[in-house]
């Protein structure tokens, strides 16, 4: 019926969390760190939406994918909220920046359509196998490191995020017949994502003192990003008064790879299933079958000999 696995995993955040946990890469941090502010709404909103969705899926493999769907993201929502609290609790001014992004995403359920907002999930699911395939096939240098219970929670995600790539558009098709109107609803959903995202960075630049994050939040998730990580090599790698971008250390193929399996998911015939996928989330899904502890990443090797 469906094969994804619902995983509870033991996170652990009693302890303070650095906002930049991963100082090789204050960058990198921002992205993640505010990947939790937004995956909690988010989430929230999937599990609202599915349930709406519910009621009007009649084939039973639909059915079956939608609740094992909503109960992966209802996992996600909830360690990432266990990290987000942490942070909230050094800097209780990102408590503002949460609630504003949940009422957003409260916004769509209340004014949208189901339709909207099952193609809004797809939408945007399908965006992240691309994006976290290149990072999980980065891990070296983006998820290694830093703070590994920081690193183990960006880790399980991108991975069930990559093995419920088909989940989002799954609920869509069985609530609209009109796979271009999925296409048609995209500029729409990433008008709000993009404009959720910069109101969540602006709030971490407002709470979070600079000694503490090192670099602009808005800054690194600026709409220039694309353009400079595909800049030339030594542009990438930084320089006196010039921090390396975020993703210096990912080979330019990568990127290259990434950006046209993004625009290939926003087409109407796109299937997730058929795309190159990492081979870190085979053997991290190995190692979770074998009972490895995996609420800490340290180096895809170790995940590989667990
Ligand atoms: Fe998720
Ligand atoms: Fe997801």
Redo the contacts with the bound molecule.
Sequence with gaps: MTDLVIRKMGFEFDEPVDFNWQPANPQFSVFCNAFTFV?VPF?KYIIKVVRAAQERITDPEAAAEAEAFLR??AQ?SAAHRRHMLALIARYPGLEAVYDRALARYDELVETESVEFNAAYIANLEATFTPLFTMMLNNSGSLLAGGDDRVAGLMTW?FV??IEHRSSGLVVFNAVCDKPWQRTRWMPKTFRHITSTMMEIVAGFDEHVPEADRVVSAAKTLSIGLVGSELARPAKRAGGPGRAPSMLHGVPRKDLRSMLWHLALSQTPKHDPADQPLPELAFAWMRAYETGADLTRFTTADAIGKS
């Design positions: 995956a989430e992966q993201e996600h995600h069930e995020e």
